[in-house]
C-alpha cells in the first residue's frame, strides 16, 4: 500500500509534494520565491564569502572574471585527477593541477547531451523548459526559436558591465537570430554545430554512403557550410576558415584557443571584467589529432591525443590569466558537457560508472567539475556536494552584480558560497534528471532515485540501442557510496524512510509546470 501511494503522488506531483517538502525535518531547503529553486540556507557561509568578495572588489576596483571551460563530451573518469590521465594513456597535468590547487567536485552533474547542458548553462533553466531537449541534426531547424523569451547569463552580465564572449562550439541554434551575438554575448568566434556534423563530408572511411553519393553531398552543402565563425554583437556572422579538409578540422581547438588568449588580453588592457564561455570542439567524435599532437598521447590514439590537447589549452590559458594579471580576480570552472560516449568506441571517453553519453546512469550525466581561483578558493579541497551546471548561472550572474530574471521559473541555485568558503557545503538539495521532456531519476544526497530507466541491450550502445521504460511498483534505488555503478536496487529494503522525501522533491518540483509550463520547439520525435 506504500508503494502504491507513493507511485500516486509521483504521479500527479500535486500539492503533497510542496506540502511534504516545505515540513519536512529531512530537507534542508528552504523556497524564497515561487520562481526560484528551493536552496539550502548555509547562512554562515554565505556571510563570510561576502565579506571576502567586497575585500576582493576593494581592491581591484572590478567584479571578478569568469571563465568556464567547457570539455564536449568527456568523461568523469579521464582526466588523472578524477582517476584517469597516465593511467588510460593520456596525462592531464595542468587539469590535474587546477584540481589539486582548487576545489574537486566529484558530484557534478550535467545533462545527457550537449545542446540541453549548454541551454542549461546558458539559462538555469532545464531543457524541458526551454524547449531544448535534445541536440539537432545536420539541416534541422526548430520551428519556435528558444531564443525569443530566453535571457543568457551573457546577456545579464553585460547589462551589469561585462565583456561577454563564447569561443568554440554553440549548438543552441544556427538561424541567425539564434546565434550567440544575438542573444547576449559581445563577440563569437567557434562553430555552431557539433565536430561530427562537419567530418561526415570529409571522412570517406566513416561515411562511404554519403560521401561517394553526388547527389546526397550536393543535398548536403544546401543544408550545411561547415566553417568557423566569427560575429560581434547585433551583426551577422561571417566565415573565418572554411572547414573543407579534415586537415583544418583537426586545427579549430587552436583557432578557439588562441582567439580566448586574446580576448583576455583585451579585456585585461581594457580593465573590464569578462565572462569568457571557451566551449571545446574536444573531445567529441570523430577525433583527427592537430598536428601538434598527432600520437603524442602514450596510448597513440585520436581520442586521447584530444584530452592532451585539451589539457594543454587548459594549460595555455591558466597562463594567459596570469601573464595578464588577473588570475586572482577570475572564476575558472572546468567541467564537460556530457558523459562519454561509448557508443563511439575507441574515440569515446571514459567514466566508472554505469551507462553513458545519452541515459540518465551516473556515467551519462555525472562529469567532472573544478573550481579554481587563487586566493578565493581554498587549495586541495575536494568535495561530493551536489552541484548541477545549472548552478553555472545564477552563481556567474549574481558574482558579476547581475540581477536573475524573476518572471521565469530558474531551476539554478547559486552556489558562490559552497565554491568559496573554506568549508563550503553544497546549497543544492537535489539533482533531477532528465530524458528530453521526461523526468527520469532524481539524485538526493548520496542516493540515486530512478524511475524511468534506460536499458541497453548492446553494451555500449547507449545512444543507438537503448530504450526507456518505467519501473515496477517501486522506483530503483541506489546508496552511491555503496554501489556507485548502480547495480542492485535496495529501494523498498533499506530506503523506505527516504521515499516520502522524494516525494515531496519530486511533488513540488513537478507543480512548478503549471505556472511555469514546458516550451516544445519542434523537437519532439514524431512517436511521442
Same mark, same amino acid.
Request: charged share 25%.
Given at each position: ?312 589549452? #587548459? ?5 594567459? =590569466?596570469? *601573464?595578464? @594579471? ?5 572564476? +575558472? /570552472?572546468?567541467? &564537460? ?75 539554478? #541555485? ?5 565554491? =568559496?568558503? *573554506?568549508? @563550503? ?5 537535489? +539533482? /533531477?534528471?532528465? &530524458? ?93
Amino acid at each position: 500500500m506504500r508503494f502504491q501511494l507513493f507511485a500516486a503522488a509521483l504521479a500527479l506531483g500535486l500539492g503533497l509534494g510542496g506540502a511534504a517538502h516545505a515540513q519536512d525535518p529531512f530537507i534542508a531547503a528552504r523556497a524564497v520565491s515561487e520562481t526560484f529553486e528551493p536552496a539550502r540556507p548555509n547562512a554562515d557561509q554565505q556571510a563570510s564569502v561576502v565579506k571576502r568578495l567586497k575585500a576582493l572588489e576593494a581592491r581591484t576596483g572590478r567584479k571578478p572574471n569568469i571563465l568556464i571551460l567547457l570539455v564536449d563530451d568527456m568523461g568523469w573518469g579521464d582526466p588523472g585527477a578524477f582517476g584517469g590521465g597516465t593511467a588510460i594513456g593520456a596525462p592531464t597535468p595542468a587539469i590535474d593541477r587546477i584540481a589539486r590547487e582548487g576545489l574537486k567536485l566529484t558530484s557534478t552533474y550535467a545533462q545527457p547531451t550537449c545542446t540541453p547542458t549548454r541551454a542549461a548553462l546558458m539559462t538555469g533553466r532545464l531543457p524541458a523548459r526551454t524547449g531544448l531537449t535534445r541536440p539537432t541534426l545536420t539541416g534541422e531547424r526548430v520551428l519556435v526559436s528558444p531564443w525569443a523569451n530566453e535571457k543568457t547569463a551573457a546577456a545579464l552580465l553585460g547589462e551589469a558591465g561585462y565583456m561577454t564572449a563564447l569561443s568554440g562550439k554553440w549548438h543552441l541554434g544556427e538561424a541567425e537570430s539564434d546565434q550567440p551575438q544575438q542573444v547576449g554575448y559581445d563577440e563569437y568566434f567557434g562553430i555552431f554545430s557539433a565536430l561530427a556534423e562537419y567530418t561526415q563530408a570529409l571522412d570517406e572511411r566513416r561515411y562511404p554512403e554519403l560521401i561517394f553519393n553526388a547527389e546526397r553531398m550536393a543535398a548536403l552543402r544546401q543544408l550545411s557550410h561547415p566553417a568557423v565563425m566569427a560575429a560581434r554583437k547585433g551583426e551577422k556572422a561571417t566565415v573565418a576558415t572554411e572547414l573543407d579538409s579534415l586537415e583544418k578540422v583537426a586545427e579549430i581547438d587552436q583557432q578557439f584557443a588562441a582567439y580566448s588568449e586574446d580576448f583576455i588580453h583585451r579585456a585585461a588592457k581594457a580593465r573590464k571584467p569578462f565572462y569568457l564561455v571557451h566551449s571545446f570542439s574536444r573531445v567529441h567524435n570523430d577525433n583527427f589529432s592537430a598536428k601538434d599532437f598527432k600520437g603524442k598521447s602514450p596510448a597513440a590514439n585520436p581520442y586521447k591525443d584530444a584530452v592532451i590537447e585539451v589539457d594543454a589549452i #587548459v594549460e595555455r590559458l591558466m597562463k594567459k =590569466l596570469k *601573464d595578464e @594579471g588577473v588570475a586572482d580576480n577570475t572564476l +575558472v /570552472f572546468f567541467t &564537460s558537457d556530457n558523459g562519454a560516449n561509448e557508443d563511439a568506441g575507441s574515440d569515446g571517453g571514459f567514466q566508472p560508472w554505469r551507462g553513458g553519453k545519452g541515459t540518465t546512469w551516473e556515467g551519462g550525466v555525472r562529469v567532472p567539475g573544478i573550481a579554481y581561483w587563487p586566493g578565493m578558493i581554498k587549495g586541495g579541497r575536494e568535495s561530493d556536494g551536489l552541484f548541477d551546471l545549472l548552478d553555472l548561472f545564477n552563481t556567474s550572474v549574481l558574482l558579476g552584480g547581475g540581477k536573475l530574471p524573476d518572471d521565469r521559473y530558474i531551476d539554478g #541555485v547559486d552556489q558562490t558560497s559552497f565554491l =568559496l568558503a *573554506d568549508n @563550503g557545503r553544497s546549497n543544492r538539495e537535489a +539533482v /533531477f534528471m532528465y &530524458s528530453e521532456r521526461s523526468l527520469t531519476a532524481i539524485r538526493w544526497e548520496e542516493f540515486k532515485i530512478h524511475f524511468k530507466v534506460f536499458q541497453t541491450p548492446v553494451p555500449g550502445s547507449n545512444i543507438d540501442e537503448s530504450t526507456l521504460v518505467s519501473t515496477g511498483l517501486s522506483p530503483w534505488v541506489y546508496n552511491l557510496y555503496l554501489d556507485p555503478k548502480e547495480q542492485k536496487s535496495v529501494g523498498h529494503r533499506t530506503f523506505e524512510w527516504g521515499l516520502p522525501r522524494v516525494v515531496g522533491l519530486v511533488g513540488r518540483h513537478m507543480a512548478t509546470y503549471r505556472k511555469y509550463p514546458m516550451k516544445e520547439l519542434g523537437l519532439a520525435k514524431p512517436v511521442q
